[in-house]
C-alpha cells in the first residue's frame, strides 16, 4: 500500500508539473521591464516571452505581437523553446509510461515486479524531461541577469523576471519530483539469507537412534 501510495503521489505531482511547464511556456511574462532609475514612473509595461512580446498600457490594453521569424530570434532564446518542447514532449511520454506501470493500473500486465520497472522508466523519463526544463529555465534567467547588470545595456531597454518563468521552474521541480518519486518505487528483490533459519537449526538433523527392548 506504501508502494502504491508513492506512485500515485509521484503521478500527480508530475500531472501538475507538466501543467505548469504548459502553462509557463504559452505565457509571455518570462521576464518584464524593469522599473529603475528614471524608468520607474511609465505608461506602458513591456512583457517578453518565448512566442511573443506585449505591451500593456496604463488604460488597461494589452496588445502583443508574436514574432515573425524565427531566423531573427536571438540563438539562446531558440535553444529555450527547444528545450522546453523537448522537456513537455519527453515528461508526456514518462507520465504515460509510468501510467501503465503504477499498481492501480490494469495495463502492462498483472505482474508486479513487471509493472514496478516500467513505473521506474517512466520515472526516469520523466526526470529527463523535468531536467531539460530546469536547465531551459536556468539559461534564459542567467541571459536576463547578465544583461541586466550589463552597464552597456540601456536603463529602459532592462529586463527582470517574470511570472511565467517562476511557473516554468515550479512546473520543472515538480516534475522532477514526482519522476524521483515512481523511480524509487521500484520493489527490491528479497535476499535469500545464506544460513539456515533458527527454527531448523534447533530442530538439528532427525534422530537415528532405535528403541530396544
Known amino acids: ?9 509521484g503521478f500527480f505531482l508530475s500531472l501538475i508539473g507538466i501543467v505548469g511547464l504548459i502553462i509557463g511556456t504559452i505565457l509571455p511574462q518570462w521576464k518584464m521591464s524593469a522599473y529603475i532609475g528614471d524608468n520607474i514612473i511609465t505608461a506602458v509595461a513591456m512583457y517578453q516571452g518565448l512566442w511573443m512580446s506585449c505591451a500593456f498600457q496604463s488604460t488597461g490594453q494589452l496588445q502583443c505581437k508574436i514574432y515573425d521569424s524565427i531566423l531573427q530570434l536571438d540563438s539562446s532564446l531558440q535553444a529555450t523553446r527547444a528545450l522546453m518542447i523537448v522537456g513537455i514532449i519527453v515528461s508526456v511520454a514518462g507520465l504515460g509510461v509510468a501510467c501503465m506501470g503504477m499498481k492501480c493500473t490494469t495495463c502492462g500486465g498483472n505482474e508486479k515486479l513487471r509493472k514496478s520497472r516500467i513505473a521506474m522508466t517512466g520515472g526516469i523519463i520523466l526526470l529527463v524531461g523535468g531536467l531539460c526544463a530546469i536547465v531551459a529555465c536556468s539559461w534564459f534567467a542567467h541571459n536576463v541577469i547578465r544583461a541586466f547588470y550589463n552597464p552597456y545595456t540601456p536603463v529602459n531597454t532592462k529586463f ?3 511570472a511565467a518563468i517562476f511557473i516554468a521552474w515550479g512546473g520543472s521541480l515538480l516534475d522532477v519530483l514526482g519522476g524521483a518519486m515512481l523511480a524509487a518505487s521500484c520493489p527490491r528483490k528479497k535476499q535469500v539469507s545464506k544460513y539456515p533459519s533458527m527454527a531448523s537449526s534447533r530442530s538439528g538433523p532427525p534422530s537415528s537412534t532405535k528403541e530396544y527392548v
Open 1 to 9: 500500500m506504501a508502494n502504491s501510495g508513492i506512485q500515485l503521489l
Open 160 to 162: 527582470e523576471f517574470g
